[in-house]
Each structure stands twice: as structure tokens, then as C-alpha cells.
């Protein structure tokens, strides 16, 4: 059985990343160093990320949370059959942009997982994305845009080397960065859930330094929107 989430983490995650939005809505883009006009006005960041803060109160629910919150600002919700066929579309268009990327693309039921390795996507010990990872990110964003009508859960984790608290840390802020950077590509903060798990998940074992890589990663979950 799994463990269960931190909800202190939650928010403190969901305080970095609206750190990190607020940030984002100035005339720079914190990625290319370009000027440009936000998709996203700040109040509505804002609001987007005060959302999930309440969603991480409430411990493991925040996902259900955001579908709700969805579904009320008037995104339809997928039904019956429908939600098989539209998860099916966007696993089929997810392969295809990934396909050799090194981001590997699993079904699990309704849900498609995304897992994002930490060598191509974050320097040792950094929460900085490497330049050279921007594109696959933007091929996600585009996916993630043609179908809304999933709830993005965004997780970090880490091997087991250093302390238990950098470990935290560190899975929270590169959970936060690549969320951070799905927003700027117009993936709307509203659809996302960010926490760190630090070393708590393994995959794999820690003793070896195969282990170690495959533990270090970002996990994306797309979930489908339905209403209970």
C-alpha cells in the first residue's frame, strides 16, 4: 500500500510554485529571457495556485479537488466510454512526440504516465531544467493542451543519497520547475497538482548506481477529468 502524501509538503510546494508564477508574470520569460504577454494574468495565477494550497490541506485528495474545481468552472467532464477513447487518443499523440526522447509513456487504467528521467531533465543537486530538455517539455504542453479534460499531477522524487530533508527539498523544487514550465507554455496551473516525494518511492534499489538513476526522476500522471 502506498504511502501516504505529505500534506505539509503540498503546500509548501504550492507556495514555491506560486512563488515561481507570480515571478513568471513579468515582462521577462524566465526561459528564453524574451519579453512576452502571459497568457495567464497574475490575479488569475494567483488564484490558480491558492486553489491548489487548499486542495494540499486536504491530504490526498488535491487531484479530486482540482477535477471538481474544473468541472464548476464549466470544463465538461468525460463519461462511459468516452473517457477510455479520449485517454487512448492522447496516450496514441503522447508516444509518438516522445518517442526517443528518453521519457517513457506507461498505462496504467485510465491514467497515462509520463516518467521523465532525472539525467535528461536536471543537472546533480540542481532544480535548473536543462536547456536541451525544453523541447520535449514543449511536445508534452502542446498534448497537454489539445485534451483538457485531464488533471496533471506532477511528482518528484530522488535516490537516497544525502539527507532525507535536501532529498524533500529537492524533489518539491523540480517537481515545481517542470510544472512551473508547463504553465508557461499554457498549461493551465488549475489542472496541476505538484508534490515531492524526496526518497520515499524507489523504484529501484538505492544500493547500486543503476538504482540510483532510475529513482531520481519527475513522474507526470494524467488523470482523466470524471465526476465521481
Known amino acids: 500500500m502506498p504511502a501516504k502524501r505529505r500534506p505539509v509538503h503540498r503546500i509548501a510546494i504550492a507556495m514555491s510554485f506560486l512563488l515561481a508564477l507570480t515571478t513568471a508574470c513579468t515582462a521577462l520569460d524566465p526561459y528564453t529571457g524574451e519579453e512576452e504577454t502571459r497568457k ?53 499523440e503522447l508516444r509518438q512526440q516522445l518517442e526517443g526522447t528518453g521519457v517513457s509513456v506507461t498505462r496504467s487504467g485510465d491514467e497515462i504516465i509520463l516518467n521523465m528521467p532525472g539525467n535528461i531533465t536536471f543537472q546533480t543537486d540542481s532544480a535548473a531544467l536543462k536547456t536541451d530538455f525544453f523541447d520535449v517539455l514543449n511536445a508534452v504542453a502542446s498534448v497537454l493542451d489539445e485534451y483538457e479534460k485531464t488533471v496533471v499531477v506532477i511528482e518528484g522524487h530522488t535516490d537516497s543519497t544525502g539527507s532525507e530533508a535536501y532529498n524533500q527539498q529537492l524533489s518539491e523544487q523540480r ?54
Open 175 to 228: 517537481a515545481a520547475a517542470v510544472g512551473s514550465y508547463l504553465d508557461s507554455q499554457g498549461v493551465g496551473a488549475e489542472r496541476m497538482v505538484i508534490v515531492g516525494y524526496g526518497e520515499a518511492r524507489p523504484v529501484a534499489s538505492n544500493a547500486t548506481p543503476e538504482g540510483r538513476a532510475q529513482n531520481r526522476r519527475v513522474e507526470l500522471t494524467l488523470e482523466p477529468l470524471t465526476e465521481e
Open 40 to 92: 495567464t494574468a497574475s490575479g488569475a495565477a494567483i488564484g490558480a495556485i491558492a486553489g491548489a494550497i487548499v486542495g494540499a490541506a486536504s491530504g490526498d485528495n488535491a487531484a479530486e479537488n482540482r477535477k471538481r474545481a474544473l468541472i464548476g468552472a464549466g470544463v465538461g467532464a468525460l463519461t462511459g466510454a468516452g473517457v477510455g477513447y479520449y485517454m487512448d487518443r492522447q496516450e496514441a
